[in-house]
């Protein structure tokens, strides 16, 4: 009890099947719709691990827990068992799409308007399986707005991403001394701001 202990674990075996495509159309010389999807079902094996914790871990984890006969602070209390959970940010579904439209405008310049938007589907946060590093499936939305001088001279673009502001988790770290505490990483806010190139 009261042992503190950095740990690797490595999973004995895990498999990953899946498929991706992408789809770009051109309907017209200003217009470019593309759609990209990937679906994965990733899963271990075989990735069983000890914990060191005095206290049943069972509110921990989603995967099976069994004590360790005999156990001690050397050797684990409880042997903890993820065979055939989903890989942590490894979420089945995700991809993304955008279009794009150009005006060209009178003086040779163009304005060029560009939504687009990505998703992903719900995946475990960290190899530990907690139910609290569980996060849910998200659609993020973006956007540019650029003017192109004539000859390609120079650039001013206007961007937005993650125009609605959602909250996009992409890691997790498990707080050894709280119960059920973890420290997630998350992605940008909302950002937008200004790009200008020149030519030289």
Known sequence: SGAQVSSLYNAGKAVAKGASWEVTLKPTQSDVFYFGGEYVDA?????????????????????????????????????????????????????????????????????????????????????????NARAKGYTQFNATVTY???????SVQLFMRNITDEAVYTGSQQYPFIANFNGLDIAPPRTYGVRLRYNF
């Open 43 to 131: 899963e271990y094996k075989d990735f069983s691990y000890n914990t060191y914790r005095a206290a049943n871990p069972d509110a921990r984890t989603a995967c099976a827990v069994t004590p360790v006969a005999g156990g001690n602070p050397q050797i684990g209390f409880w042997t903890i068992n993820c065979d055939g959970f989903q890989l942590p940010r490894t979420p089945k579904w995700s991809g993304s799409a955008r279009y794009s439209h150009t005006f060209d405008l009178g003086n040779g310049g163009s304005v060029e308007v560009s939504p687009n938007m990505t998703f992903a589907s719900s995946r475990w946060l960290s190899a530990e399986i907690v139910e």
């Open 148 to 154: 192109k001088a004539p000859d390609d001279q120079y």
